[in-house]
């Protein structure tokens, strides 16, 4: 049922942002895990007895795995899961697809649940598909979950019971598996590429010689899909769920005795006395994998150079875990030096990534990369290869050392374990034998663990890990010449004769000294613990406490208006200098140093400026908030535009501009930009003169005229402090600040005004992309309008939506729905439809679209079902009031949305009925303009 993989269209800014989050989606999937040495140490327990309730299986009953856990963040919350030992690894020649189809029959029908009651009894319970449950099928395993949001209502037990009927009572109707072949060819299509293109040839490569590449595709492929029978799905089905193959997983706020009880109960099969089909382990083949797999495509507009190393894994004892933390270490120094040299690229390098992830059960691996913005390979062996060498070489700083040791007690002493990350260590140790290392049990050992590795280990490890054999990976862009293995080679050996810079330690930053306070004139309490200061400038603070996270403070810093009220002509300048105002540096040191200085303290920061809006964020442990908010106020007062980094920025944008030229999306992007936005400067890519055009001096005066000292701001502080802490670092940081000549008047957000239509090929895939957005002016909306009305009108759109076209029809594997524009600065609200579909059945799917809203429109839901719906929607409300993060955003976002900060976290009250909402769809399907833009292949 899951999606497995995401359709990534090319955008320059989407590239940006997934290469500094990760590799990008083709070798993200591919990613390597943790090396372990193998050792001597006796077997070692795999999890704290205290803390974990588990039963192996038995030949009648499925292994039991309870974690129960209480805290802050997550109470009344619990994951129950299925887990089964199959996956497309068990599936004989002729049984393609089974295990993920068997998956997809699950939410069709079970014996106590038939037909369409089983997605009826799921809703009942608040248990919304995709959102609170799913399932997935991968090559060794399948799993099915269930998100509980309310523990209150009773929702454990038939929660499992849900779990126990697709253990042992799936039905496989024969009219139920027709209907879902069509779905799995749709999500099968969705899958499907031009076989020129990279990630096939790159799976073929990285797989070779293994049975994963046998089965590749975990859907089979469309014959044996539409050949999928009743009977085969049985034979599936009884083969591989039986007790001693499956597992049940409980995480959460649940009480362990209960629980187990009722697993007992309902999960044990004395009848079944058959032999289980125990599944084989397949690992894949590190010696069939060539030395170097050079690759491109027509849809390729960046340079990657990727490295791996691959190792068995060992099992868990306590020195392969000493052993894995002195890694990391390592790891994380290495990191942070890459991400320091990335100015010195002039605008190639976009990112870096280092990481260690599991490839199959008894094989893992390290892996380096640089992702750039053109095939400089030579730069980049000289980053990857010499940092790597430098580091083994000097060893590590002290400074680096205890930015390292900071940074891992922070997490292990503020980290609470949710109930999804819980069950997740669950299915690792159920499958691979890995460690359950919950944070109640194993955080005062970890955090004497991490006193006790030293730097000289850390080295020694990586050493250990990168002395082997190494796999390189070089992706070109389109239109360039291929790297031959020859001279990737000579580029790796010119960067082990380059000489090793000198270590330095850390440099601190100078501050400026901070004016005298005006002070604060007025306090004032609100509802729920929100109290509100005005300061002499003008400016409003809101603060609440949280302890939710304990020790750490979070805070959000919101002008009204962003380059909505900047002209034309200052527009590209003030979106260029975004990055520059986060990243540059300042008080003595430059943009390298100061990133350094704030790891070191576990300081998060962050600008953006948006169409409606202008924010800075801030989050760091309570003992540092004080260097965080200097650094924030020195960033409001004084903040000079860094040349260095804007010669590396400018230079990024040119080449990402110069790519997205020549790539076959671009006519796709260029007519979304058109029908949707008008090709307004704030929302379309900047052109390479835009970009050039643009000087320091007018980036400099955009941060000037537009962030500095007090703009209208309204600051959301939320956190682990006193109101008496908080009300000091106002007046200190905040209350100094000068209040600025506001300028500008924010416009409303360009909207299509009309009707239309677009079609435009060349997606290079083999499904068509269906977007419908039904456009209203607000001033048409029912009085009884709100975005909880609005959230309710989606969750109603959705079930219909997957019940009529997606399950009925098979016109669809993915289809969703959303109305948004709720917004100030938005003239219109639009419901927005987005599905894919083949490519000959266009106008079928979008005419039963259409239908079926002309249907809804004319047919109320049940008030019963509006209530369902309300309910899921506070459970949510309130399980996110316990994060302060959440609390800051909203709070700080109040003004911008023009609403009260105490309204907008308070819990969610019912509003809505069922005919407000059929009144709100009429209006918006009769009276609203339809923009229908279709993607082709």
């Not at 979106?575 to 008080?587: C, P, T």
């Not at 992007?669 to 890519?685: C, G, M, P, T, V």
């Not at 290079?764 to 309008?785: M, N, V």
Request: net charge negative; proline share 5%; glycine share 4%.
């Amino acid at each position: 049922m899951l999606a497995k993989r995401s359709v990534v269209f090319f955008h320059p800014r989407r590239w940006l942002l997934a290469a500094k989050v990760g590799f990008g989606l083709v070798l993200a999937a591919l990613l390597l895990t943790a090396c372990a040495i193998t050792t001597d140490d006796a077997a070692h327990p795999l999890y704290d007895a205290n803390t974990v309730v588990r039963l192996p299986a038995t030949q009648h009953r499925p292994e039991i795995i309870i974690l129960p856990e209480r805290n802050s963040q997550y109470s009344n919350q619990a994951r129950v899961m299925l887990l089964v030992g199959a996956g497309a690894l068990q599936e004989d020649d002729d049984q393609l697809g089974l295990a993920h189809f068997v998956e997809h029959m699950a939410f069709r029908g079970t014996e106590k649940f038939p037909e369409k009651r089983m997605q009826e009894h799921m809703r009942e319970l608040g248990i919304q598909l995709g959102r609170h449950s799913n399932a997935y099928t991968t090559f060794d395993h399948t799993a099915y979950w269930l998100d509980l949001q309310d523990l209150s209502r009773g929702q454990l037990g038939s929660a499992l019971t849900i779990l126990a009927q697709w253990a042992y009572h799936i039905e496989f109707a024969p009219a139920a598996v027709q209907e879902e072949i069509a779905v799995i060819v749709e999500e099968w299509r969705l899958r499907q590429q031009e076989q020129d293109r990279i990630e096939p040839r790159l799976m073929e490569a990285l797989f070779r010689g293994s049975r994963q590449l046998e089965r590749l595709s975990i859907l089979g492929d469309r014959a044996s899909i539409e050949a999928t029978t009743p009977e085969k799905l049985k034979t599936f089905y009884q083969q591989w769920y039986h007790p001693a193959n499956m597992a049940v997983v409980v995480s959460g706020d649940v009480d362990a005795d209960e629980t187990l009880a009722f697993i007992k109960q309902n999960f044990t099969r004395p009848e079944l006395a058959s032999e289980p089909l125990l599944p084989e382990q397949f690992d894949i083949q590190p010696q069939a994998i060539p030395d170097v797999i050079s690759l491109s495509d027509a849809y390729t507009p960046i340079a990657v150079l990727s490295r791996f190393w691959f190792y068995p894994i060992t099992p868990f004892t306590p020195s392969t875990e000493r052993q894995g933390f002195a890694l990391e270490f390592a790891l994380g120094v290495l990191r942070k030096r890459l991400e320091s040299r990335q100015l010195d690229s002039d605008g190639v390098v976009l990112a870096f990534n280092v990481q260690r992830s599991r490839q199959s059960a008894n094989v893992r691996a390290l892996n380096m990369a640089v992702i750039m913005t053109e095939p400089n390979y030579a730069l980049a062996y000289e980053m990857l290869e010499h940092e790597l060498q430098r580091l083994l070489a000097l060893g590590i700083t002290e400074s680096e050392w205890q930015t390292e040791l900071s940074n891992w007690q922070s997490w292990l002493q503020d980290f609470q374990d949710s109930p999804s990350r819980l069950a997740g260590m669950a299915k690792d140790f159920w499958l691979y034998q890995d460690p359950i290392l919950n944070q109640r049990s194993h955080q005062q050992r970890r955090l004497a663990l991490l006193e006790t590795i030293t730097p000289e280990e850390a080295i020694q490890i990586l050493a250990q890990v990168t002395s082997d054999r190494d796999v390189t990976v070089a992706l070109y862009p389109d239109g360039t010449e291929a790297p031959s293995a020859e001279q990737l080679s000579s580029a790796q050996q010119l960067a082990q004769q380059l000489p090793f810079a000198p270590l330095h330690q850390r440099a601190e930053p100078q501050w400026q000294p901070i004016a005298p306070s005006g002070g604060i004139v007025s306090e004032h309490h609100h509802p729920d613990g929100i109290i509100e200061w005005q300061l002499t400038n003008g400016m409003t603070a809101y603060y609440r406490f949280s302890d939710a996270v304990p020790n750490r403070a979070f805070a959000r810093l919101v002008a009204r208006h962003g380059t909505n009220q900047v002209p034309d002509a200052q527009v590209a300048a003030a979106r260029l200098a975004a990055d520059l105002i986060r990243d540059g540096g300042q008080a003595g040191l430059n943009s390298a140093e100061l990133r350094q200085w704030r790891q070191s303290l576990d300081i998060a920061h962050d600008f953006s400026i948006d169409f409606e809006d202008r924010s800075f964020f801030l989050a760091a442990p309570v003992s540092n908030i004080e260097q965080g908010l200097m650094d924030l106020h020195h960033r409001l007062l004084h903040h000079s535009i860094d040349e260095e980094l804007w010669r590396f920025s400018q230079g990024r944008e040119l080449q990402l501009w110069q790519q997205f030229r020549q790539h076959p999306h671009l006519p796709w992007h260029e007519s979304q930009s058109k029908a949707l936005w008008q090709n307004d400067i704030r929302y379309r890519n900047l052109t390479a003169a835009e970009i050039e055009a643009t000087t320091m001096e007018q980036l400099q005066a955009f941060y000037q005229q537009w962030v500095q000292g007090n703009q209208g701001y309204q600051l959301a502080l939320v956190g682990d402090l006193t109101a008496e802490q908080a009300y000091a670092l106002v007046e200190r940081y905040f209350a100094s600040l000068p209040k600025a000549s506001l300028q500008g008047e924010g416009r409303f957000s360009p909207q299509p005004q009309q009707a239309s239509q677009h079609r435009i090929s060349g997606s290079g895939d083999q499904h068509a992309r269906i977007s419908l957005r039904y456009y209203l002016d607000k001033a048409q909306l029912p009085s009884s309008s709100s975005q909880a009305s609005a959230a309710l009108l989606t969750r109603w759109l959705d079930e219909q939506l997957f019940d009529r076209i997606r399950t009925d029809s098979g016109l669809t594997y993915s289809i969703r729905a959303q109305l948004g524009g709720y917004s100030p600065v938005h003239q219109q609200v639009v419901l927005h439809i987005s599905l894919q579909t083949d490519p000959d059945k266009v106008d079928t799917a979008i005419a039963a679209v259409q239908q079926l809203l002309a249907a809804a429109s004319k047919q109320a839901p049940s008030e019963r079902q509006v209530e369902i719906w309300h309910q899921s929607l506070a459970d949510e409300r309130m399980q996110a009031r316990q994060r302060p993060n959440w609390l800051a955003n909203r709070i700080g976002y109040s003004a911008v949305m023009e609403e009260l900060p105490w309204e907008r976290i308070a819990p969610l009250e019912q509003t809505a009925t069922a005919e407000s909402l059929q009144q709100l769809l009429v209006e918006i399907v009769q009276q609203g303009h339809l923009v229908e833009m279709v993607w082709l292949p």
